[in-house]
């Protein structure tokens, strides 16, 4: 679907625009629109496109994306979109159903650009050799949409390309020194980010969510008893009465690992990384 402008702007941008996808789509300023499903999608999408393409996240910051559910204003807005990024591998079901009716939007479904894990943890981004694979995916989709700024696309990826290998060498590094290899965590979130760096991620609850069992605190509080471990990870958007429980009876430590899902005080992907980086040594030693 192309978007009705003005005849002056047509003049105006004719000349530097190409159709992606079988549309296309510009802000008055002349970029293309990118729609992106949530804050961890959003993010790593505005580290490549820079000052060159308008970037918006369809799920609030602040929301559970795993919860979020767009209204319908929400798609109607995502239809007038260039690129639209999303996560895939059952992060955002509604994204998954949607991409094939955006007929006339290219999407980009980051999980089909990555190595999946057996189980069904769709947070690949905070492996960061994951995360600079979708960089590529969305660089790809960005030069092809807007071929005019494909060199400052590739300047962008390089740069997030040196970060993503250099904070890697850094988890590997800590990896390496850890005394311990156990992280006890509310959300089965970090299995990726522990099978790349030979840690063992003990959930208190599923990826798909929900209070575990008796059964399963109480597997858990031995475990964690028997291996001397002092502290069990919270996270931003999900209070989870099962980690307070935990705590109390173990007589851990309660800290924050952020899974870069929605809250992150306007932070970006590589401080988030790093923050997560000086906790998880913690935990470790």
Same mark, same amino acid.
């Given at each position: 679907?192309?978007?009705?402008?003005?005849?002056?702007?047509?003049?105006?941008?004719?000349?530097?625009?190409?159709?992606?996808?079988?549309?296309?789509?510009?802000?008055?300023? #002349? $970029?293309?629109?990118?729609?992106?499903?949530?804050?961890?999608?959003?993010?790593? &999408?505005?580290?490549?496109?820079?000052?060159?393409?308008?970037?918006?996240? /369809?799920?609030?910051?602040?929301?559970?994306?795993?919860?979020?559910?767009? =209204?319908?204003?929400?798609?109607? =807005?995502? &239809? @007038?979109?260039?690129?639209?990024?999303?996560?895939?591998?059952? /992060?955002?079901?509604?994204?998954?159903?949607?991409?094939?009716?955006?007929?006339?939007?290219?999407?980009?479904?980051?999980?089909?650009?990555?190595? =999946?894990?057996?189980?069904?943890?769709?947070?690949?981004?905070?492996?960061?050799?994951?995360?600079?694979?979708?960089?590529?995916?969305?660089?790809?989709?960005?030069?092809?949409?807007?071929? *005019?700024?494909?060199?400052?696309?590739?300047?962008?990826?390089?740069?997030?390309?040196?970060?993503?290998?250099?904070?890697?060498?850094?988890?590997?590094?800590?990896? %390496?020194?850890?005394?311990?290899?156990?992280?006890?965590?509310?959300?089965?979130?970090?299995?990726?980010?522990?099978?790349?760096?030979?840690? *063992?991620?003990?959930?208190?609850?599923?990826?798909?969510?929900?209070?575990?069992?008796?059964?399963?605190?109480?597997?858990?509080?031995?475990?964690? $008893?028997?291996? *001397?471990?002092?502290?069990?990870?919270?996270?931003?958007? %999900?209070?989870?009465?099962?980690?307070?429980?935990?705590?109390?009876?173990? #007589?851990?430590?309660?800290? &924050?690992? *952020?899974?870069? @899902?929605?809250?992150?005080? #306007?932070?970006?992907?590589?401080?988030?990384?790093?923050?997560?980086?000086?906790?998880? @040594? =913690?935990?470790?030693?």
């Amino acid at each position: 679907m192309k978007k009705i402008i003005s005849i002056i702007a047509m003049l105006c941008t004719t000349l530097s625009l190409t159709a992606c996808s079988g549309g296309e789509t510009v802000s008055d300023s #002349g $970029r293309r629109q990118v729609y992106t499903s949530f804050y961890a999608m959003y993010d790593l &999408t505005s580290e490549i496109a820079g000052d060159k393409a308008d970037v918006y996240s /369809m799920c609030p910051v602040g929301t559970e994306p795993h919860d979020y559910e767009p =209204k319908t204003t929400d798609m109607a =807005k995502l &239809t @007038e979109a260039d690129i639209f990024v999303y996560n895939g591998g059952g /992060m955002e079901s509604w994204a998954e159903k949607s991409s094939d009716t955006l007929k006339d939007v290219k999407t980009v479904c980051v999980s089909d650009h990555i190595e =999946k894990l057996e189980n069904s943890d769709p947070h690949s981004w905070l492996y960061p050799i994951n995360a600079l694979k979708a960089a590529e995916a969305i660089k790809n989709a960005l030069a092809e949409c807007d071929p *005019n700024n494909s060199a400052a696309y590739e300047v962008n990826y390089e740069g997030f390309k040196t970060k993503a290998e250099e904070l890697d060498a850094k988890y590997r590094s800590m990896s %390496a020194a850890a005394v311990k290899k156990d992280i006890v965590v509310a959300h089965e979130a970090y299995g990726y980010l522990c099978d790349a760096y030979g840690l *063992n991620q003990i959930a208190v609850e599923s990826v798909q969510g929900g209070e575990p069992s008796p059964t399963r605190m109480a597997e858990i509080i031995s475990y964690m $008893r028997e291996n *001397n471990i002092g502290y069990i990870c919270a996270e931003e958007l %999900a209070s989870s009465k099962a980690v307070e429980t935990i705590a109390a009876e173990t #007589g851990a430590e309660t800290v &924050t690992l *952020n899974p870069f @899902e929605g809250d992150t005080g #306007g932070k970006g992907y590589f401080e988030v990384m790093n923050e997560n980086l000086e906790v998880i @040594e =913690k935990i470790l030693k």
